[in-house]
Protein backbone atom coordinates (compact mmCIF):
# COMPACT_ATOMS: atom_id res chain seq x y z
CA UNK A 1 0.00 0.00 0.00
CA UNK A 2 1.97 3.25 -1.00
CA UNK A 3 1.28 6.31 1.09
CA UNK A 4 -0.22 9.88 0.24
CA UNK A 5 2.71 11.69 -1.28
CA UNK A 6 3.76 15.00 -0.38
CA UNK A 7 2.35 16.47 -3.50
CA UNK A 8 -1.40 14.88 -2.58
CA UNK A 9 -1.62 16.56 1.01
CA UNK A 10 -0.81 19.77 -0.47
CA UNK A 11 -3.43 19.61 -3.04
CA UNK A 12 -6.24 18.32 -0.98
CA UNK A 13 -4.98 21.18 1.46
CA UNK A 14 -5.47 23.58 -1.69
CA UNK A 15 -8.81 22.26 -2.71
CA UNK A 16 -10.07 21.69 0.91
CA UNK A 17 -9.04 25.80 1.26
CA UNK A 18 -7.54 24.55 4.47
CA UNK A 19 -10.72 23.88 6.04
CA UNK A 20 -9.77 20.89 8.73
CA UNK A 21 -13.06 20.02 9.53
CA UNK A 22 -13.76 19.16 5.80
CA UNK A 23 -10.30 17.57 5.19
CA UNK A 24 -10.71 15.44 8.62
CA UNK A 25 -14.48 14.23 7.38
CA UNK A 26 -13.10 13.56 3.88
CA UNK A 27 -9.78 11.42 5.50
CA UNK A 28 -12.78 9.51 7.30
CA UNK A 29 -15.47 9.00 4.35
CA UNK A 30 -12.16 7.57 2.44
CA UNK A 31 -10.64 5.41 4.43
CA UNK A 32 -14.26 4.37 6.67
CA UNK A 33 -11.86 4.73 9.77
CA UNK A 34 -13.39 7.49 12.16
CA UNK A 35 -10.08 7.17 14.12
CA UNK A 36 -8.43 8.59 10.94
CA UNK A 37 -8.93 12.24 9.97
CA UNK A 38 -5.36 13.49 8.87
CA UNK A 39 -4.01 13.07 5.49
CA UNK A 40 -1.22 11.30 6.13
CA UNK A 41 -3.58 8.30 7.18
CA UNK A 42 -4.46 8.02 3.29
CA UNK A 43 -3.10 5.54 1.07
CA UNK A 44 -2.24 7.08 -2.95
CA UNK A 45 -5.78 5.43 -4.34
CA UNK A 46 -7.03 7.27 -1.29
CA UNK A 47 -5.88 10.77 -1.89
CA UNK A 48 -6.41 10.68 -5.41
CA UNK A 49 -10.01 9.68 -5.00
CA UNK A 50 -10.24 13.45 -2.94
CA UNK A 51 -8.79 15.00 -5.37
CA UNK A 52 -10.99 13.87 -8.11
CA UNK A 53 -13.66 13.98 -6.21
CA UNK A 54 -13.00 18.29 -5.57
CA UNK A 55 -12.52 18.64 -8.99
CA UNK A 56 -9.00 18.04 -9.29
CA UNK A 57 -6.57 15.89 -11.37
CA UNK A 58 -5.22 13.07 -9.70
CA UNK A 59 -1.27 12.70 -9.31
CA UNK A 60 0.17 9.68 -10.61
CA UNK A 61 3.00 7.42 -8.65
CA UNK A 62 6.30 7.71 -9.38
CA UNK A 63 7.66 4.75 -9.78
CA UNK A 64 11.61 4.63 -9.44
CA UNK A 65 12.02 0.68 -9.70
CA UNK A 66 10.97 0.92 -13.69
CA UNK A 67 14.10 -1.21 -15.04
CA UNK A 68 15.34 -1.59 -18.45
CA UNK A 69 14.81 -5.88 -18.96
CA UNK A 70 17.63 -6.27 -21.45
CA UNK A 71 19.93 -4.67 -18.97
CA UNK A 72 22.03 -7.57 -16.88
CA UNK A 73 22.80 -5.25 -14.06
CA UNK A 74 18.93 -4.18 -13.87
CA UNK A 75 17.65 -7.59 -13.78
CA UNK A 76 20.76 -8.58 -11.09
CA UNK A 77 19.19 -5.39 -8.87
CA UNK A 78 15.86 -6.92 -9.75
CA UNK A 79 16.83 -10.25 -8.71
CA UNK A 80 18.79 -8.83 -5.61
CA UNK A 81 15.66 -7.38 -4.21
CA UNK A 82 13.53 -10.24 -4.30
CA UNK A 83 15.89 -12.49 -2.50
CA UNK A 84 15.59 -9.52 0.36
CA UNK A 85 11.91 -10.19 0.11
CA UNK A 86 10.70 -7.21 -1.92
CA UNK A 87 7.81 -9.84 -3.75
CA UNK A 88 4.62 -9.97 -4.08
CA UNK A 89 2.37 -13.20 -5.42
CA UNK A 90 1.72 -13.10 -8.91
CA UNK A 91 -0.82 -15.63 -10.64
CA UNK A 92 1.01 -16.16 -13.77
CA UNK A 93 4.86 -16.41 -12.23
CA UNK A 94 4.16 -17.38 -8.73
CA UNK A 95 6.24 -14.71 -7.23
CA UNK A 96 7.60 -11.06 -8.80
CA UNK A 97 9.41 -8.04 -7.15
CA UNK A 98 7.37 -5.76 -5.67
CA UNK A 99 8.54 -2.49 -7.41
CA UNK A 100 6.19 -0.31 -5.27
CA UNK A 101 8.31 -1.35 -2.19
CA UNK A 102 12.11 -1.16 -4.25
CA UNK A 103 10.86 2.11 -5.23
CA UNK A 104 10.23 3.76 -1.84
CA UNK A 105 13.32 1.82 -0.64
CA UNK A 106 15.31 3.62 -3.85
CA UNK A 107 13.73 7.08 -2.72
CA UNK A 108 14.42 6.72 1.15
CA UNK A 109 17.23 4.09 2.07
CA UNK A 110 19.39 3.61 -1.02
CA UNK A 111 22.85 5.18 -1.70
CA UNK A 112 21.68 7.07 -4.70
CA UNK A 113 18.69 8.71 -4.99
CA UNK A 114 17.61 8.27 -8.45
CA UNK A 115 15.38 6.11 -10.21
CA UNK A 116 16.83 2.75 -11.86
CA UNK A 117 16.05 4.08 -15.85
CA UNK A 118 18.13 7.51 -14.19
CA UNK A 119 21.39 5.85 -12.67
CA UNK A 120 25.13 5.98 -14.76
CA UNK A 121 26.51 2.11 -14.51
CA UNK A 122 28.41 3.40 -11.58
CA UNK A 123 25.55 4.20 -9.48
CA UNK A 124 23.46 1.06 -10.87
CA UNK A 125 26.75 -0.88 -9.48
CA UNK A 126 26.73 1.23 -6.24
CA UNK A 127 23.03 0.49 -5.34
CA UNK A 128 23.58 -3.48 -6.09
CA UNK A 129 26.49 -3.41 -3.82
CA UNK A 130 23.72 -2.21 -0.87
CA UNK A 131 21.51 -4.97 -2.11
CA UNK A 132 23.95 -7.55 -1.98
CA UNK A 133 25.40 -6.30 1.46
CA UNK A 134 21.79 -6.16 2.73
CA UNK A 135 20.74 -9.99 1.54
CA UNK A 136 24.91 -10.95 3.44
CA UNK A 137 23.04 -9.36 6.52
CA UNK A 138 20.01 -10.95 6.21
CA UNK A 139 20.87 -14.32 5.12
CA UNK A 140 23.76 -14.72 8.37
Same mark, same amino acid.
Given at each position: ??? @????? %???? @??????? %?EFKA??????TNDA?????????? @?????????????????????????????? %????????????????? *?????????????????? @?PVKK??? *???????? *??????????? *????
Amino acid at each position: MIP @ASKQQ %KQRI @AILTKND %KEFKAALVMQYTNDATKNSTNDLTH @AQANNIIEQLGGKPILYDNWAFFNKYNRSH %KYLISLAMQFGMTIPND *KYGEICDLVRLSEWLKHK @APVKKSVL *KMSTTEVS *KTISALERMNV *KQHS
